[in-house]
């Protein structure tokens, strides 16, 4: 796993971005986390799938190939994970605020997509943000800019 995972950025996104290998370990973690959102109702709508890759593509300036194979490394990832800190744990040492707060929000376009929030997606969203020190004021900010631009 962890040679295809290496390949993946050393053939395809390190030729396109100064991206350092820390990088790609908070890329990974990210969308491991964002997968996790993905299953956290036992119901993964497509649109929900399509709001992931989204968000990966837009936060990391991933072209489609690229999203599609770091979504496929992640998930990956996240079905051999055993739990969330080894994610949450990159993120923290070496997240800024803003970036972890735009992590949250990208949690909450994913449990949106499908166009419902489950009690569950919303649980995990919040167990994030507490893990990965988001204020509670910055995680419920963060939620009502996803709703406000859903409407």
């Not at 990956?76 to 929000?105: C, Y």
Request: aromatic share 8%; hydrophobic share 45%.
């Amino acid at each position: 796993m962890l040679a295809a995972i290496q390949d993946f950025f050393r053939l395809k996104i390190e030729p396109d971005m100064e991206v350092g290998p820390d990088q790609h370990g908070l890329q990974l973690a990210t969308a491991a986390l964002m997968f996790e959102m993905l299953r956290a109702d036992d119901d993964e709508h497509p649109d929900e799938r399509h709001a992931l890759e989204r968000a990966l593509q837009k936060c990391f300036a991933l072209s489609e190939s690229e999203t599609r194979q770091l979504a496929q490394l992640a998930e990956r990832e996240a079905d051999d994970s055993v739990s969330l800190h080894q994610f949450t744990g990159l993120i923290n040492r070496h997240f800024t605020p803003g970036e972890k707060i735009r992590v949250v929000e990208m949690l909450w376009q994913v449990a949106y997509a499908d166009g419902s929030l489950d009690r569950y997606e919303e649980a995990l969203v919040r167990k994030i943000a507490e893990l990965i020190y988001v204020p509670h004021r910055e995680f419920m900010q963060a939620k009502h800019r996803v709703l406000e631009a859903l409407q």
